[in-house]
């Protein structure tokens, strides 16, 4: 069974449609890689699963249940939202870490702020300490344990990418969703940021990654999906679009991110 399944979706601002009949699936454990220029969708589409943006149609699925049906005309609370949001586990460009704040506290905030209700009664202190404890495995996992006491002021910028993952996995999402990790980053810090990516797809954890790095989408993903000005363009396997692309657009783009290499 898909663990997502994404159907028709829709988003317009304004007079600009900028997702234009979005249609995939994923399965548990796959990494999907999404490419394509500037001003394709491609952020805008991780928007939209992660409700920080409202799709103007189409229905979204997650483990066979309906997440989200934009013919609902229903008012989501706030509660509610956060509760959809918290399926999708997402990685910025840029860190949005709280520079108050050292890794292992930027790392278990977010869990604390979700299980406040619990930490009133009894078992606070146990609750803290299982956070704590689940953090600071975490922390290890993504290769900062040595950091865990530092504030991001004092961490590289792929340091600080990692908390930012990090933090996210806290948060036992169902897909773990990267917006361009790298984008923010010099490229010789792009690669331990992509190591920490590669070693979570060996650990079976559902991914969508939208990315310019061809070599890493090729060698890490499961599937490919290749899209501009606001349509799938095409998808498949890292060979079918790498190897042997059928559309003009997808040859055309790849061979000017091969001259940019």
Do not use: W
């Amino acid at each position: 069974m898909n663990i997502l399944e994404i159907n028709n979706l829709k988003k317009s601002f304004g007079k600009t449609e900028v997702l234009k009949d979005i249609s995939f699936s994923l399965k548990k454990g796959e990494a999907l890689s999404i490419i394509g220029s500037s001003g394709s969708g491609k952020t805008t589409l991780l928007r939209c699963l992660n409700f920080l943006e409202t799709a103007d149609s189409g229905k979204v699925f997650l483990n066979g249940d309906l997440l989200f049906d934009a013919s609902d005309k229903k008012t989501y609370s706030e509660r509610d939202i956060r509760e959809k949001r918290l399926n999708f586990g997402l990685v910025f460009q840029s860190f949005n870490l709280f520079p108050q704040y050292n890794v292992l506290k930027n790392v278990t905030l977010a869990v604390e702020l979700l299980r406040k209700d619990e930490m009133r009664g009894k078992q606070k202190a146990q609750i803290r300490a299982e956070i704590e404890q689940n953090a600071r495995d975490i922390i290890g996992r993504v290769g900062l344990s040595a950091k865990i006491n530092n504030y991001p002021c004092e961490l590289s910028g792929g340091q600080q990418q990692r908390v930012a993952i990090a933090r996210a996995l806290a948060l036992k999402p169902n897909i773990l969703c990267f917006d361009e990790p790298t984008s923010a980053l010099d490229p010789e810090l792009t690669g331990e940021v992509l190591r920490v990516i590669r070693e979570l797809k060996s650990d079976d954890t559902t991914m969508i990654i939208v990315t310019h790095e061809m070599e890493f989408a090729h060698n890490v993903s499961d599937k490919v999906i290749f899209m501009a000005d606001g349509v799938i363009e095409e998808q498949g396997t890292p060979d079918e679009v790498f190897g042997n692309p059928k559309s003009d657009k997808t040859k055309a783009f790849l061979v000017k991110s091969l001259e940019q290499i």
